[in-house]
């Protein structure tokens, strides 16, 4: 999960806005004032969602944005009802991409994305992952495919809920 739409707000009814808007992959739902794990340090700040947009490796930033297109443009419509629920802080689409051994690392977005993002009401996260140590891959699996954080850097637990 390289790509990843986060809806979130304090007093968001994450329940009654999936009913509603029935966007395909939705992985994780959070509560206000719940916890996910009796290990987690404190209850969640916010109820939210968080939908795969693209599975692609975080290496591949130009099959992240190709499949973001197309997500969405095939659910404009519940994308516009979601970012225009109230009580939504806000909806962003959260690209995953690996650290390149680079003096400076530069991605590029191109106009039509940015342009749907904008017309969505949708805010754009690049968040970057450090690369992985050769011996800390594991054969068959992908770079960075199960690190996925629990929120959004920046963005506290309003994006990706607590821990």
Known sequence: MSCVLRAAGTDFDVD?????????????????????????????????????????????????IEEALHYLEVHTDALRLLAGFPRVLGVVLDFGIEDRDVGAQADYFPPD???????????????????????????????????LPGRAAGYGSAWAGSG
């Open 16 to 64: 009654g806005s999936i009913a509603r808007v029935q966007l395909p992959d939705i992985f994780r739902i959070y509560r206000k004032g719940t916890r996910d794990r009796p290990s987690q340090p404190r209850p969640h700040e916010a109820s939210g969602l968080n939908v795969v947009v693209s599975d692609a490796e975080f290496t591949e930033v130009d099959r992240q």
């Open 113 to 147: 994305l940015l342009r749907a993002l904008g017309d969505l009401n949708i805010g754009l996260v690049v968040s970057r992952y450090p690369r992985p140590d050769e011996e800390d891959q594991v054969p068959g699996q992908g770079t960075l495919a199960s690190s």
